[in-house]
């Protein structure tokens, strides 16, 4: 079976606490974002468990409406070491289809830094989506610059 998972792994320094706040407010997702496809939070909560969803404004110049949405369901929440969520999309009825693939942070704290590995997971995107997106849809340069970006993102709440 091929390998369908890439991560990267930081040091930032800073506590995890400081570092997985700012994981769990999507407000600063789009300022992490190393793809530049996310364009605003459509949720102004902080994430606080499991289940929760929270929506991005999107763009990708090759996505048919060029802008979009996207629903992300948290699938792991454990402050300050873990958090992960499963993008998806509303089908047209209504109800989010998830996608299959999966963005997970892993936070260990080093004392005064915290080392930061951010994952994708691409393992259980079906047969029919692979038929209209290559996976994985960009290179692990995405993944560096989104920790290059949470970095500056933690200094500047300093």
Do not use: C
Not at 60 to 88: C, D, K, L, Q
Not at 121 to 135: C, G, K, M, Q, Y
């Amino acid at each position: 079976m091929p390998n369908e998972n890439m991560s990267v792994t930081t040091t930032i320094p800073a506590p995890a606490e400081a570092v997985f706040a700012v994981l769990a407010d999507p407000a600063n997702h789009p300022a992490i974002d190393g793809t530049g496809w996310v364009v605003k939070s459509l949720d102004d909560a902080t994430l606080t468990g499991t289940g929760q969803t929270f929506r991005m404004a999107m763009y990708h110049e090759n996505h048919p409406a060029g802008s979009y949405e996207m629903a992300n369901r948290v699938t792991e929440f454990a402050p300050p070491r873990t958090i992960a969520w499963e993008p998806g999309q509303d089908r047209g009825d209504g109800e989010v289809g998830y996608g299959g693939w999966i963005w997970r942070y892993d936070l260990a704290d080093r004392g005064s830094s915290t080392e930061v590995t951010l994952s994708y997971d691409w393992s259980e995107v079906p047969a029919f989506l692979r038929e209209h997106i290559s996976f994985p849809p960009f290179g692990t340069e995405h993944l560096e610059n989104s920790l290059t970006h949470l970095a500056e993102v933690v200094a500047a709440r300093g």
